[in-house]
């Protein structure tokens, strides 16, 4: 009965250093978009009906969020992973503590990593300038068209001899 109690207790104190008990294998991942209340998506199956909105996503995935918003382009913003400065302190801890056991426990969950860009922010850029601008030009009187001076020139060749 005391070996049990041995083993348990080694167990748990072998997890106890490991980044998967202090980081866990899930991370907040935070969207938003400028405007706000944009529509946004992930490829993993997340869905935002008005930024902004965080979601839980493993550790492990690598994903791609698309953001949508009537009157603005789409854009889709790619979401990697990287090992993080508090997953190398946890997996530094398996040296100590966790051993091999640890460090594969680490390894097999992602628990090291943390994702980026995080939060993730998307400036979406509208269709068209809006009504009030092409006005207020008009009446300063900006025009549109090019007039003929302005026209770049075909650069004349020399004559040929």
Not at 121 to 129: F, S, V
């Amino acid at each position: 009965m005391n070996l049990r109690i041995f083993v348990v207790a080694a167990i748990a104190g072998a997890l106890g250093g490991c980044a998967t008990v202090t980081r866990g294998t899930t991370d907040q991942i935070t969207v938003n978009s400028i405007p706000s209340e944009a529509e946004a998506r992930t490829s993993l199956g997340h869905a935002c009906p008005a930024t902004p909105c965080t979601w839980e996503v493993s550790r492990k995935a690598e994903f791609t969020v698309s953001f949508s918003k009537p009157g603005y382009e789409a854009m889709q913003i790619p979401v990697a992973t990287r090992v993080a400065g508090a997953g190398v302190a946890g997996f530094a801890g398996n040296v100590v503590i966790g051993g091999l056991i640890g460090m594969g426990v680490d390894a097999a969950t992602g628990s090291t990593l943390e994702h980026y860009p995080s939060p993730v922010i998307a400036t979406l850029i509208p269709l068209h300038k809006s009504g009030a601008a092409g006005r207020s030009d008009k009446r300063r009187g900006v025009s549109s068209h090019r007039r003929e001076v302005d026209r770049p020139r075909p650069k004349e060749e020399p004559p040929v001899t």
